[in-house]
């Protein structure tokens, strides 16, 4: 059953060659990098996750972008010192495409976490949210949102619990992490919300 509540689509060119991940249940995966174009003409460099069968059905040099169309997943790494969140784009389809660059993504879910509230130096209000994406089997899926103005000022006002739908597009930003043996250049991946959305009228029974 496709989660209508989780919907990303990327459309951009291959930053590497899918290389084997992990095999589950008899089902092989394979990981590769997306780069999308912003319109600003920057790139955002983003983390692909795909069943063999998905990457066989589709021909990945009938066209000069990917088109991948999935889910924003999220997993604990517990691998290192602590608990690290890892955000990847599960690919349930793909093909091939010469349209321009793409990068839409539509969430449901509920604030986790209160809401960080905060100005630049420049007063450019900026507003973090983690929502929980529900998925089946009572798993959830935890993503970074950021949003910006008087989105910001509304997502502050929210509390934990607190359902919210939303578009933006996924985006890769590069932080340096302060360690004891010294400076690390990380990529974390968040949502940058563009536009919330009114929530969904419930289904009558």
Not at 108 to 128: F, M, N, Q, S
Not at 166 to 193: D, H
Request: with cysteine.
């Amino acid at each position: 059953m496709e989660n209508t509540a989780n919907r990303i689509i990327l459309r951009g060119t291959l930053a590497g060659l899918p290389e084997f991940s992990h095999e589950n249940h008899g089902r092989k995966f394979y990981s590769f990098e997306l780069e999308v174009e912003r319109l600003s003409g920057t790139a955002d460099i983003l983390p692909v996750l795909a069943p063999e069968d998905v990457l066989l059905a589709a021909d990945l040099f009938g066209g000069c972008r990917i088109e991948a169309e999935g889910q924003i997943r999220s997993f604990n790494s517990r691998t290192g010192v602590g608990r690290k969140l890892v955000i990847s784009v599960y690919a349930e389809r793909m093909t091939t495409s010469d349209r321009e660059a793409e990068n839409c993504v539509r969430l449901e879910g509920a604030v986790c976490k209160e809401p960080v509230y905060r100005k630049t130096p420049l007063g450019r209000e900026i507003c973090d949210v983690m929502l929980a994406v529900s998925r089946p089997y009572r798993r959830a899926d935890y993503i970074p949102c950021i949003l910006w103005g008087r989105a910001a000022q509304d997502a502050a006002a929210l509390p934990v619990g607190a359902r919210l739908s939303l578009e933006g597009r996924l985006q890769s930003r590069r932080y340096v992490k302060v360690l004891p043996a010294g400076n690390e250049t990380r990529t974390a991946y968040e949502v940058s919300v563009t536009q919330l959305l009114p929530p969904e009228e419930p289904k009558p029974e």
